[in-house]
């Protein structure tokens, strides 16, 4: 959370931090996973370089290939 705190507004972070996160760096930018606090499923990813998140699992289920998220790194292209 150290990584995106101040640069993400404060409500959103209060919202994620209801929820576990997983931060993963990537560079020059991060790949946040947000999981379901029962359980543990994977509900959202966001690849740190746009406004919206990436991935809505939890609304589009079936939609993403979870086990391969760099499918949708929308940011690998950008640095």
Do not use: H
């Amino acid at each position: 959370m150290q990584l995106i705190e101040n640069k993400i507004p404060v409500r959103y972070l209060a919202e994620l931090k209801k929820y576990p996160l997983d931060v993963r760096p990537k560079g020059s930018y991060y790949l946040l996973l947000v999981f379901d606090p029962y359980t543990k499923a994977l509900i959202l990813f966001d690849y740190s370089c746009t406004p919206e998140p990436d991935g809505q699992v939890l609304f589009e289920p079936g939609k993403y290939n979870t086990k391969a998220l760099d499918l949708y790194d929308t940011c690998k292209d950008r640095n």
